[in-house]
Each structure stands twice: as C-alpha cells, then as structure tokens.
C-alpha cells in the first residue's frame, strides 16, 4: 500500500521568509513518480513537480526547490523568499509507473500555507 | 499543457435527485481518466478510473451503483451520483492522461466541481 504524510498541517510565515513543506512517502515499487500541487482558493489544482524514482537531482524553478532523498523517503519543497501569493494549499502525491496501480495518485494530507504581508 | 475541463463547474441539487459530472479533455484523446473527491479541508482521494470502452474501476468502499461512470469516448468521461444526498456533498475533480506524451506520463486535472446537496 502507498502512503504519503505531510507532516505540517498548517504553516504560517511573513512575507520574504524561506518555508519548507515536508513530506514522507511509503511504497514498495521501486519506479514511482512524485508529485507536488499547488490548490489556491479556487481548487484548480496547479502542476509544479513530477519526478521519477531514479532521479534524485535535486531541482530549483525560481524561488522553489525541490530536495528527493530515497534514503529517507522524503521529498521536501522549499520556497524561498515567499510571496502573498504563495498562499494555498499545497500537496505532495505519489504515483505508481506501473501494475494495477498505474495512474493512480495517491494525495498527503495537505499543508495549508499562508503568507502574511 | 494540455487542457481538462470540467462542466457544470458548481451545481446544487435537492435530495434524492441525480447529477451528472462531466470531464472533457480538450486538445488529446485520453484513455483513462481518474475521478476524485475532495471534502472541505480534506485531501483529494481516488473513487475510480475510468476506462474508455470498458467499465470502470472503483476504490475500496465506493459505491459503484452510486457513483455512475461511463467513459464513453476518447474525451468525455461523465460521473453520476444518483439519489444524492448532502453526505456527497463536495469538490469532485476529474484528471486525464495523454498517452501522446510518452515517457511524461503526466495527469492533467480538471478545475473541478462543487456539488451541494440540500
């Protein structure tokens, strides 16, 4: 069974000031992707990440990074020097490449985020 | 990106009436589409996939009587709840996968659809 913990259920910060969103994921698969989605106030859900198992590169896109550690089964998101518009809530997925569970998606709790002026 | 939609995009409906969902990708053919829910302040969780052609695949403990699903073209995918009751009130989100895009293997989500029951 996949499992996906995200540990923080709220977080609160300042404008300009460095958050990282934790998460932990349970798989036996050895190929799966991650994901992370970004859920503002209107629902849609917005693509910010995928990565696959074998790719451990940590990534940067503007003022958010990703860090992949396997080790520890932790794929964490840091955004730096947030912004008003950071506020959201943000959730970290797993997604098995293969077998019956192809496709399927499997959603951490959620971290509410917001950002204050 | 490749584009998902979703329609009606809200809807409010009495007790004991049915509503149809539907999820339309607009730009690809998309053989499976995956439908979620999503109760407020909850995280979005699987109720089934939906196979063009063939009959769909639902998680442990839903109703597939309940929550019909006909995936009955290459861009449509509709989900009915029947005899709604406000306990399925939520946010109903569909996905779609481009198999055009090999090796990205990436889910495209609708915008979603908040139902009320009254």
């Known amino acids: 069974a996949q499992k996906v913990t995200q540990a923080q259920t709220e977080i609160s910060v300042v404008e300009k000031e460095d958050v990282t969103l934790d998460c932990v994921y349970e798989?036996?698969?050895?190929?799966?992707?991650l994901f992370w989605y970004k859920q503002p106030p209107s629902g849609e859900l917005v693509f910010l990440i995928r990565?696959?198992?074998?790719?451990?590169q940590n990534e940067i896109s503007g003022r958010y990074s990703w860090n992949f550690q396997k080790s520890t089964s932790s794929f964490n998101f840091t955004i730096t020097a947030s912004q008003v518009v950071d506020s959201a809530v943000y959730f970290c997925?797993?997604?098995?490449?293969?077998?019956?569970?192809?496709?399927?998606?499997?959603f951490g709790q959620g971290t509410i985020l917001t950002v204050h002026p | 990106g490749a584009v998902v939609s979703q329609h009606p995009s809200w809807v409010i409906c009495k007790s004991g009436t049915s509503v149809k969902i539907e999820c339309r990708s607009l730009?690809?053919?998309?053989?499976?589409m995956f439908w979620y829910r999503q109760f407020p302040k909850q995280s979005l969780m699987l109720m089934a996939t939906?196979?063009?052609?063939?009959?769909?695949?639902?998680e442990q403990g839903v109703e597939k009587d309940k929550f019909l699903i006909n995936h009955a073209s290459l861009t449509l995918s509709t989900l009915t709840v029947t005899s709604a009751h406000p306990e399925d009130s939520s946010f109903y989100i569909c996905?779609?996968?481009?198999?055009?895009?090999?090796?990205?293997?990436?889910?495209?989500f609708g915008p979603g659809t908040r139902l009320t029951v009254l």
């Open positions: 996905s779609a996968r481009d198999p055009g895009q090999v090796g990205t293997d990436t889910q495209y």
């Open positions: 798989t036996r698969d050895t190929t799966y992707y």
């Open positions: 990565r696959n198992s074998f790719d451990e």
């Open positions: 997925a797993l997604e098995n490449a293969g077998g019956t569970s192809y496709g399927k998606l499997t």
């Open positions: 730009d690809f053919q998309a053989t499976t």
């Open positions: 939906s196979n063009e052609g063939s009959k769909a695949t639902y």
